[in-house]
């Protein structure tokens, strides 16, 4: 397993989940309503915090509320990108020191 970055802070683990397009925008679109709608899903558990298309158009990004990378590789297994090949993603944790105030994250200090 995994080890928990923050398992001797009170701070969560969060994680830069980056997505890489497989397939032509056209492929893509096709699957978007599914994708968006295995998103919602997860934003409603509480598991994702915020994500996006990157500028470039090549892929995605997405913050995530997880205990391990095995929690998130087992979830990222149903997202409709991923079951149709148009999607590839990396996982990286971080411990949050410092937030501003538009993020609510228990056991992480504001910034005022």
């Known amino acids: 397993m995994t080890p928990n970055p923050s398992q001797h802070s009170s701070a969560p683990t969060l994680w830069v989940i980056t997505s890489r397009y497989l397939k032509p925008q056209e492929e ?3 699957v ?3 994708h968006r709608a295995w998103l919602d899903q997860h ?3 509480g598991l994702f915090l915020v994500s996006g298309r990157m500028l470039s ?3 995605g990004v997405l913050l995530a509320h997880a205990e391990s990378q095995e929690q ?3 979830v990222f297994k149903d997202d409709p990108f991923v079951l149709e090949g148009c999607s ?3 996982y990286t944790p971080f411990t949050p020191v410092k937030r501003g105030r538009a993020l609510m994250l228990a056991g992480v200090p504001l910034v005022e």
Request: net charge negative; proline share 6%; aromatic share 12%.
């Open 57 to 59: 158009g090549q892929g």
């Open 32 to 34: 978007t309503p599914r």
């Open 28 to 30: 893509l679109a096709e």
């Open 43 to 45: 934003y409603r558990s």
């Open 88 to 90: 590839e993603y990396t």
């Open 72 to 74: 998130l590789e087992e």
